[in-house]
């Protein structure tokens, strides 16, 4: 048995600042994904995944038990597949900000949910944010707090538009350029990252009035620019608004960046060759990189490995 393929996701912008209603882009990534499968033999590798799943499983019959109205699962079916070694086959890599939770949710929620929400019905404003929710709760499991938008990506498998917390919608965005020299690419830090610790720092720092008024005037300003640039596919407009967020965020953000990325990320400000930006919470996994000219980007970071996700 094998279930359908769920992607993994990129948030182009708007990491930390959805948590406080800037605008946000978040796109499939199809390089990456994940599906349920079932290993009767239950090999070794399997069935550490299978436990966890275990677990998951228990987490979610609590939700169904507490939360009937706002989703309920097979789950009989769900321990039955379960027993005979289910288990998630996924190349995403976890740690890495590209929603390695979030494609699994969304294939639990794709098997297992009674009167689930399909992507094939029309998809109004209230659906969206129904979804949004259930799976905001489901992979609390993962996370701690989650927003539940990783997952929504991952099961639409469409962009999405984050306007605010309460106003979602599938975004069209430009069609890519197929020899365009400008690219958003994905530069591996060579280390993993927990999101819990960084979204504590953030909470810790939103204490401060500086750090507040940072968030509002510079760094939603600008997240909520680029999103629209991006939309508008202003490229010229894009890149002031990205070398202003690439500073707002090296200056503020210090924590969420590996100290050895720090002085790569202030040379591609100073250079232009490329502008660096937080991929998801940072403090490990990938960094998003933007550049007008892939082959400058290359040759300036070519010491590193680089993945190109999205050619203008």
Not at 249 to 260: A, G, S
Request: with cysteine; hydrophobic share 35%.
């Amino acid at each position: 048995m094998r279930g359908p393929l769920f992607y993994s996701k990129i948030l182009l912008f708007g990491e930390y600042g959805i948590i406080k209603d800037s605008k946000g882009l978040s796109i499939p990534y199809n390089f990456y994904n994940g599906a349920l499968k079932i290993d009767a033999d239950k090999s070794e590798a399997t069935q550490k995944s299978n436990r966890n799943l275990q677990r998951f499983a228990d987490y979610l019959k609590k939700v169904s038990d507490q939360q009937p109205e706002l989703v309920s699962f097979d789950l009989d079916r769900m321990y039955s597949d379960i027993d005979e070694g289910l288990y998630f086959d996924s190349s995403i890599p976890q740690g890495y900000g590209v929603g390695s939770s979030g494609a699994l949710v969304a294939a639990f929620y794709d098997k297992y949910a009674f009167d689930k929400i399909t992507v094939l019905e029309n998809l109004t404003r209230e659906k969206l944010l129904q979804l949004k929710a259930i799976f905001a709760e489901m992979e609390s499991f993962f996370h701690g707090k989650s927003s539940g938008l990783d997952p929504l990506n991952s099961y639409l498998s469409l962009p999405i538009l984050i306007n605010s917390k309460d106003n979602i919608e599938p975004a069209g965005i430009p069609s890519q350029t197929e020899n365009g020299k400008g690219a958003v690419f994905l530069l591996d830090s060579g280390s993993i990252g927990e999101t819990a610790p960084m979204v504590q720092i953030f909470m810790e720092n939103m204490k401060k009035d500086g750090f507040r008024k940072m968030l509002k005037d510079q760094f939603v300003k600008h997240t909520d620019a680029c999103v629209e640039d991006f939309l508008k596919g202003d490229v010229n407009s894009l890149f002031g608004n990205i070398k202003q967020l690439s500073k707002v965020v090296l200056e503020n953000f210090k924590p969420m960046i590996p100290k050895e990325f720090h002085k790569l990320w202030k040379k591609g400000i100073d250079t232009n060759a490329y502008y660096l930006k937080l991929c998801g919470s940072g403090g490990g996994g990938y960094m998003l990189g933007f550049t007008e000219d892939i082959e400058k980007a290359k040759e300036a970071l070519k010491d590193y490995k680089l993945e190109v996700v999205y050619n203008f």
